[in-house]
């Protein structure tokens, strides 16, 4: 099992696409490995024949596992699997019975599966994925499947992603239909040869997930059925304007006022994609025959959502189905404020020189600084100054962060994400507005890659543009502080003995009291204060 991260200490393998006997060259991919921050690709290193599997499908192990054998084909390698914890049977010399080994002691899969025939199953797209929600298919049972075609739109705990087919063939059955949820592994769709009779597959593949489609049918049925379900679908498609388009185009064409229905768009199975959108005239917006004609009131961009009329006097309650980023949201923050002790320090700082400092940064064309990119640079500089608030939490030993990755937290639909921003305290103001526009345009279209917000060590929460004086934040684990930055408001203040006009802005530290003592989170604070009311020095 290769380390494939920094921090990785085990694997889980998501995918093989080798098996056992297959000629193996060097370069070929030889499975898919899940690690801490990322599914990626292990090619081998070596030339030869796949003996051994040491690692099943969906199987975890720690780095350095016998992951898998290569050799000359029908050599003899009992001896060095002897003795190996990770394997369910020992291998013989002859290839065949390997194969048959390999397959008995898999027993999440069925003994034998119709040719050519592969199940795909719910993946993790996440760290701390442990089911996910089918938003959107962009195939449908009897489409034709190629190698890197978008089978669907996944969402997770954390962002709605693509998920790629890694097969060819023909969609012979979906598991998982749209608007829901299952657990990880459950079966979502099974790929294979057009006509096969795969009764009985998906039974056999089910881990606990329930599925809600119709059981397999024979080849006959199959095919008839599938002439008779794309006929539906393309008549509901014209009926009700359902439009095929990606998560961000679709946010993209609210934000812009723009009618899919007028857009024609370049993907898969004329699906709309963000540079559609982006490109699209109204002088383009003559409808082709693939695209139906939508009303206004039809269109998603302009649909308005009617409230349900409630008579004087009677109660009424509705119940919104959580989403899997909700229940994350509960799950972690649970966790923490239960897990860590809190205390809260907070301070008043005068933002009159940074209203100056920011008004001169913005008069230089195409440069917007805000006051909140300001806040997150004053942190990181003064978390390099104070490292025990740059901490995490282990039972055993505190770890002092050196490096400064500061999350920033963006309210979105569905609740909150916090996007990273690597190597804060080496970014200039500009790369810093830069950044945390880019993430939060992609937050706010649930576009965020996993890789995107892991890493933190500080967090900055912001409620300042909704005019909140004040409030409390909940550590974002396993970072030990979290500061939440209020508005910046005009009010009489003293300055030399006089009463005058000043701006201030009411910043609150919360501290998880095992890493960050009183007198660490106040000098931090004091630090802050020096860098926000002196914006000069921060450029020192």
Known sequence: MPRLSDTMTEGTVATWLKKVGDKVSEGDILAEIETDKATMEFESFNSGTLLYIGINEGETAAVDSLLAIIGKEGEDISGLISGTATVTEAATTVVEEKVEAQTSSNNSQPTALPKGVVVVTMPRLSDTMTEGTVATWLKKVGDKVSEGDILAEIETDKATMEFESFNAGTLLYIGINEGQSAPVDSVLAIIGPAGTDITGVAENFKKGG??????????????????????????????????????????????????????????????????????????AAAPSQSQPVVTPSTTEATTAVVKPFVPAGETFSEEIKNSQMRKTIAKRLSESIFTAPHFYLTIEVTMDEAMKSRAVINSVPDTKVSFNDMVIKACAMALKKHPKVNSQWKEDAITINHHVNVGVAVAVEDGLVVPVLRFTD????????????????????????????????????????????????????????????????????????????????????????RTVDGATGAQFLQTLRQYLENPVTMLA
């Open 210 to 283: 329930t599925t809600t489609a119709a059981p397999a049918k024979s080849s006959e049925e199959t095919t008839t059925s599938n002439v008779a379900v794309a006929s539906t679908e393309v008549a509901e498609t014209i009926n009700s304007g359902r439009i095929f388009a990606s998560p961000l185009a679709k946010q993209i064409a609210k934000d812009k006022g723009i009618n899919l229905a007028q857009v024609k768009g370049s993907g898969e199975n004329g699906r709309i994609t963000k540079s559609d959108v982006e490109n699209f005239t109204p002088s």
């Open 426 to 513: 080496q970014m200039s103001l500009s790369q810093i507005c830069g950044n945390v526009k880019d993430l939060a345009g992609k937050a706010k279209s649930k576009k965020l890659q996993p890789a995107e917000m892991e890493g933190s060590t500080f967090t900055v929460s912001n409620l300042g543009m909704f005019g909140i004086q004040s409030f409390t934040s909940i550590i974002n684990q396993p970072n030990s502080a979290i500061l939440s930055v209020g508005a910046i408001e005009e009010k009489p203040v003293v300055k030399n003995g006089q009463i005058v006009v000043g701006n201030t802005m009411v910043l609150t530290l919360a501290c998880d009291h």
